[in-house]
């Protein structure tokens, strides 16, 4: 091989290397370019260090956020929420297409407490966050819209953010349908029920299932105590007085057993202000309010 | 042109015996192993943190191994003088690099394919079906380390095993690196800096456009068409670095 | 001279290495050597440590490259392919692959050699019996000693059937019997009529096989030929035994000879030159005294080759 032949071999190959990596660039577009701005900011200035395995951080930041909750939501211990929302941003930095990261760091950041961080309008943020990045994905507008629904009861809302969702590739059938009811009838129970049963059936994962049919029967909850306080005021009404435990409303022949509720736990009978609640130590503590 | 493949093959022969590489590939199996530990914890993402632990464990200890052996290739021969028994063959230079190069493509394949199958075995064992995605990122990552093994060799013809393996190290930081040089212009206010660093854009190896773990594991498609060119960059490479590796031995006086 | 037999052919050959801090002197390791092997001769290359000896088996493998000069052998330049596969080579203090074994390194040089499978499995089996390593042949190498491997080293280079070999200190690291084997194998090619090219600074062995041999000294030929030649020059002395010596003819003697030693009635007479011998016969016999034997004393390779290379220090 003479030099001649082996320069011009290199060259040629260098040539076809430049064509072949601008090619590349070209295609990959835009996105990249940005991206390769050097910039002072602690997602970034991270991947960079990171040498592609970004999304394997990601993880670990996951796992990092999830052990604020612990295994199941109902332990609580001090949870320290300020971190919730830092930790959540920096996962979904490293690796945008972290899907779940978005849909359950907005539901944790706008659960009220104990069970999540109390801001819903953080939440909202998040998913937005994910709206940006994969503006197709018909889940996020799921989540958003329920936000809306269950913790911002901005019914208006939610039907608009329903509807949107529902003319996305993959949305389930029954979003319109949600988006209509809630802007006729607003938060009712009954829609809420509709929609945690929509919710149960187009779950993906057990713990989202475990997590609808538990609301469900928060619903359910609702729906006893309801009765169970028409029930208290049946028996001032007979005897003149309010009962002071569940045992003389049996007696009295108004009910059966004490009354459990889905779960199997008592319902308390509050002496004093006479109001009926579910147990304290019941899983389905922290009902909502309507 | 079989000599070419016989050097190969014993090049295969004596790196696939090295015990080193044995503990290295236990390593990985072990860590991807493990990533089901970790999977449990993680609560909605067992999966996902498998396959990318499972993925970066392929790549790092691929990545550590290309080094390892690519050095123990020109670099090791010359210091150890096997070459002295070698060289004076019916052989030529070329031919000398050309089969220990593709020998040890081969020897990183069977290593990728150890690694591959513990982790797809992990995923089967989850129930997790067979994902042609996955196995496109692994491909990719494959294509990466036959760029690394070249980039070795070519710092062999010229250094020792320490320093050659140092380059190499050095240049897979920064061939992830490379494309902030890219962009010098809209940082840099002048007019030679950038041509500079634009330059050694192109010369550095650009890792990135094998970078497709995350796209893998979302299950983003991979366009045929980023496959192909990916793969022609990969392919261009590694002759690139190959004819600068043959001009640079044929010129050496062996010590 | 070039005749059709000359197999090895060296002009001119320079070899300069540079030293110092940004190279800036040159080390001339060999000075315009120039020499030719003829066809079927066993030619030992000689000289002290840093004489060149490796730096021209190194040129003549292209291993290294030469600064100036040419060589060539069986008539085409060094590093053409079809002359190596009728050459074989045995390097200075050799190194194998670690973990291949002896039988797996002979099959790949004999795939290299383009050997077919069952051509090479019976050439690797008889080479492994004659430098006696059929028993070690599955051991892997990073376990050989330093006569094993020489063992193997020799048996590599003959792997092919070579025309031409070249051994780099072929007896080092061989035991007694095993430099005797060598030699025995040196003499086998000869005997085959293969040409023999090695360098040694054992020099009976080289005084043992050679025809001719090269003496280098720092770089420089200083003197090549035919042993007889280079070792004619320079008879010694002359040893004579004789029976009978009376004290007046050991008298008469005594300032003709260098050394005379009587042991009983034998005396062993040692004369520094022919002449001076000449001029004693007549006395010796006449005085009564019996010639038992009379032996001229070469100067040995050695002491010749001490006396060249430490006498006129080239520059």
Known sequence: MGMTLRFTALVLLFGAVYAIQSRIDKSVGPYRATEEILYVDSGNAMKRVLLG?????????????????????????????????????ITIELDPDFKIAYSY???????????????????????????ARHPDYWRFYLDKGFIYFWFLRDYEKTAEVFLEGSKLPGAPYWMVATAGRTLTRGGDRETARHLWQMLHESA?????????????????????????????????????RYPSSWQEIVGAGFLKTIPLDPTGTAYVLNAETHAVDIGHDSPLAGLPTK | MSRVGYIAFNTFKETVRDKVLYNLVLFALLMIGSSYVLGRISVYQEVKIIKDLGLAAISVFGMVIAIFIGISLVSKEIEKRTLYSLLPKPISREQFIFGKYLGLCLTLLVNVAVMSTGFYLLLFMMGEPFESGLFKAIGFIYV????????????????????????????????????????????????????????????????????????????????????????????????????ASVWIFRGRNLK | MKTQSTVIKVRDLTKDYDVGSFSRDKLRALDHLELAVEEGETFGLIGPNGAGKTTTLKLLMGLIYPTAGVAT??????????????????????YFYDYLTGRELLEYFGQLFGLGRSERRTRVDELLDKVGMTASGDVPLRKYSKGMTQRLGIAQALINEPKVVFFDE??????????????????????????????????????????????????????????????KVSIRTIEVEIDNLSEALAAELRGKAREIEKTGSRARIVFARQEDFDAAVGPLTSGGARLVSVTPVKQSLEEHFVAEVSGGEPK
Not at chain 1, 61 to 82: E, H, I, M, S
Not at chain 1, 216 to 233: M, P, T, W, Y
Not at chain 3, 176 to 195: H, K, Q, W, Y
């Open chain 1, 53 to 89: 395995f970004d999304n394997l951080a990601a993880d670990l930041y996951w796992l990092r956020t999830v052990q604020y909750f612990g295994g199941k939501r109902l332990q609580v211990t001090n949870k320290n929420y300020d971190l919730l929302e830092p930790l959540l941003n």
């Open chain 1, 204 to 240: 993906e994962t057990s713990q989202q299932r475990d997590n609808a049919t538990t609301h469900l029967k928060q619903l359910d909850a609702l729906d006893e105590l309801d009765v169970l306080s028409q029930v208290v005021a049946a028996f001032h009404a007979r005897s003149g």
């Open chain 3, 73 to 94: 052998i069986l008539g085409k330049p060094i590093g053409d392919l079809e002359m190596k596969s009728r050459i074989g080579y045995l390097p200075e203090q050799p």
């Open chain 1, 105 to 131: 760091g907005a539901t944790f950041l706008s659960e009220p407490f104990p069970m999540g961080a109390g801001l819903p309008s953080k939440g909202i943020e998040i998913i937005d966050k994910g709206i």
């Open chain 3, 170 to 231: 072929p007896m080092s690291g061989l035991d007694p019997m095993g430099r005797r084997e060598m030699t025995l194998l040196i003499r086998e090619l000869r005997d085959s009529g293969v040409t023999v090219f090695f360098c040694s600074h054992i020099l009976p062995d080289v005084e043992r096989l050679c025809d001719r041999v090269a003496i280098l000294n720092r770089g420089k030929l200083v003197e090549m030929g035919p042993l007889d030649d280079i070792l």
């Open chain 2, 144 to 243: 990466k380390l036959m760029v690394l093994v070249g980039v070795a060799i070519l710092f062999s013809t010229f250094t020792s095993p320490t320093l050659a393996g140092l380059f190499t190290g050095f240049i897979y930081v920064a061939g992830y690196y490379s494309s902030v040089l890219k962009n010098f212009d809209s940082i840099v206010e002048s007019d030679f800096v950038p041509r500079v660093t634009a330059a050694a854009y192109y010369l550095l190896p650009n890792f990135k456009n094998f970078d497709v773990k995350a796209q893998a594991v979302a299950g983003a498609p991979l366009p045929l068409s980023q496959i192909a060119w990916a793969t022609a960059y990969g392919l261009a490479y590694v002759a690139l670095v190959l004819v």
